[in-house]
Nanobody, 122 residues
Framework: QVQLVESGGGLVQAGGSLRLSCAAS????????MGWFRQAPGKEREFVAV????????TYADSVKGRFAISRDRAKNTLYLQMNSLKPEDTAVYYC???????????????WGQGTQVTVSS
């Protein structure tokens, strides 16, 4: 059974940092691009960042560019999201996902984690 399990969420003050992890099991995602999405209450799911299967290409949403960094450890089958200079508007449930190819559209992703809550207080 394929599983993506996020961890690392929590409560942090504005300006602080968190590092999210996403551990994959059940299959290897070495040939998949991996992405992070988030969804705040009452809002649609939105793209945060994506990294190519090789790790050589990344794309970020404008709202997080320069503050967040996506990375992956293919040997450990694990995806990361380093979040710095956090703002209250970053508060959301964060999801990791896997896609064949490379995309910022959540509808094109094949596998999803259950999500981890990030709350940024002002």
């Amino acid at each position: 059974q394929v599983q993506l399990v996020e961890s690392g969420g929590g409560l942090v003050q504005a300006g602080g940092s968190l590092r999210l992890s996403c551990a994959a099991s059940g299959r290897t995602f070495s040939s998949y691009a991996m992405g992070w999405f988030r969804q705040a209450p009452g809002k649609e799911r939105e793209f945060v960042a994506v990294i190519s299967w090789s790790g050589g290409t990344t794309t970020y949403a404008d709202s997080v560019k320069g503050r967040f960094a996506i990375s992956r450890d293919r040997a450990k089958n694990t995806l990361y999201l380093q979040m710095n200079s956090l703002k209250p508007e970053d508060t959301a449930v964060y999801y990791c996902a896997a896609v064949q190819g490379y995309s910022s559209k959540w509808s094109e992703y094949d596998y999803w984690g259950q999500g981890t809550q990030v709350t940024v207080s002002s």
